[in-house]
């Protein structure tokens, strides 16, 4: 249940209404961004939410329960605001996004209608729709651990706990050229041995992607130039010359915890659990069905 505010409640009571709706975007980054559908810029709650955007919202339909509802937001592209190579380069991927309804005339007078996620985007030459999911939408994602052979930990966070920072794990390097959407090769790598930075990750710190991060899936080195695979395209190519940094990549088995990195300590899976040949085994007197262990 939603408190209004009593000047707000005064002026929604009354014969005619002066309200518009505001949008206020946090990027993972930590830029705030606001946004109006009314005609001019709106500031209110240490924020100022442009006009220049042409925002506007559609209607959204909200249940009892837990169900996880969603809404569309319109948007044209603007120098001030969201441009088309920020959007298509992931910055506003998982960004929060707050929605006001506030009185024009006295943007002091406002209330909070929702909390989102921002979700799928489409983007056109000009313009774009992106979906606004509501929090309840994060019920659907995994949580907790996973009971599985391999390591569930990231390489290098506090449960994994190596440092990644060590001399022989990590580089800085520039591209030297963009083969396609998803791969690149840099002449900087040649020290570090084919496959070392296969499942790492890479970060720019120059060019139109700086301070994007991105998933290795592979690399492969021949006569002194690294070819590295994303995981995923970007839809903006690096360019000649921009800088990034790589981090050793991990698969997550046991013995790579051990030979490559030496902290087998701190490894996060379970690599003796038995399969499933195993528990759906009949018991009888070659099986283990006791309770003693099964690995020595």
Same mark, same amino acid.
């Given at each position: 249940?939603?408190?209004?505010?009593?000047?707000? #409640?005064?002026?929604?009571?009354? #014969?005619?209404?002066?309200?518009?709706?505001?949008?206020?975007?946090?990027?993972?980054?930590?830029?705030?961004?606001?946004?109006?559908?009314?005609?001019?810029?709106?500031?209110?709650? #240490?924020?100022?939410?442009?006009?220049?955007?042409?925002?506007? =919202?559609?209607?959204?339909?909200?249940?009892?329960?837990?169900?996880?509802?969603?809404?569309?937001?319109?948007?044209?592209?603007?120098?001030?605001?969201?441009?088309? $190579?920020?959007?298509?380069?992931?910055?506003?991927?998982?960004?929060?996004? !707050?929605?006001?309804?506030?009185?024009?005339?006295?943007?002091?007078? /406002?209330?909070?209608?929702?909390?989102?996620e921002l979700g799928e985007v489409r983007a056109g030459p000009l313009a774009f729709?992106? !979906?606004?999911?509501?929090?309840?939408?994060?019920?659907?994602?995994?949580?907790?651990?996973?009971? #599985?052979? /391999?390591?569930?930990?990231?390489?290098?966070?506090?449960?994994?706990?190596? $440092?990644?920072?060590?001399?022989?794990?990590?580089?800085?390097?520039?591209?030297?050229?963009?083969?396609?959407?998803?791969?690149?090769?840099?002449?900087?790598?040649?020290?570090?041995? $084919?496959?070392?930075?296969?499942?790492?990750?890479i970060t720019f710190v120059s060019g139109a992607l700086a301070g994007l991060e991105f998933a290795l899936s592979d690399h492969r080195l021949e006569a002194?130039?690294?070819?590295?695979?994303?995981?995923?395209?970007?839809?903006?190519?690096?360019?000649?010359?921009?800088?990034?940094?790589?981090?050793?990549?991990?698969?997550?088995?046991? !013995?790579?915890?051990?030979?490559?990195?030496?902290?087998?300590?701190?490894?996060? =899976?379970? &690599?003796?659990?038995?399969?499933?040949?195993?528990?759906?085994?009949?018991?009888? !007197?070659?099986?283990? /069905?006791?309770?003693? &262990?099964?690995?020595?």
């Amino acid at each position: 249940m939603k408190l209004v505010p009593q000047p707000l #409640a005064d002026h929604l009571a009354g #014969a005619a209404t002066t309200t518009c709706h505001a949008w206020r975007l946090t990027r993972r980054d930590g830029l705030v961004l606001g946004f109006s559908e009314h005609d001019r810029d709106l500031a209110f709650d #240490a924020t100022l939410f442009r006009a220049a955007t042409g925002f506007d =919202g559609s209607e959204v339909e909200t249940a009892l329960g837990l169900s996880a509802d969603a809404s569309d937001v319109l948007g044209a592209f603007s120098a001030e605001a969201i441009t088309r $190579d920020d959007l298509l380069a992931g910055r506003y991927d998982g960004a929060l996004v !707050e929605t006001f309804l506030v009185n024009w005339q006295a943007p002091e007078d /406002h209330i909070l209608l929702s909390t989102r996620e921002l979700g799928e985007v489409r983007a056109g030459p000009l313009a774009f729709r992106a !979906e606004l999911r509501s929090l309840a939408a994060r019920l659907d994602q995994v949580q907790g651990r996973i009971y #599985a052979r /391999h390591c569930d930990a990231v390489l290098g966070d506090g449960r994994c706990r190596f $440092d990644l920072e060590q001399a022989g794990f990590g580089a800085t390097a520039s591209v030297l050229a963009a083969v396609g959407d998803d791969v690149l090769t840099s002449a900087d790598l040649g020290a570090f041995a $084919d496959g070392w930075f296969s499942n790492g990750r890479i970060t720019f710190v120059s060019g139109a992607l700086a301070g994007l991060e991105f998933a290795l899936s592979d690399h492969r080195l021949e006569a002194g130039v690294a070819t590295l695979t994303l995981w995923s395209a970007s839809e903006m190519r690096p360019m000649p010359g921009d800088a990034f940094t790589i981090h050793a990549g991990c698969d997550k088995r046991r !013995e790579t915890c051990r030979d490559k990195f030496d902290n087998l300590l701190n490894f996060q =899976g379970f &690599p003796f659990m038995p399969g499933s040949d195993f528990a759906y085994g009949y018991a009888d !007197e070659d099986s283990v /069905h006791d309770g003693r &262990p099964i690995v020595l």
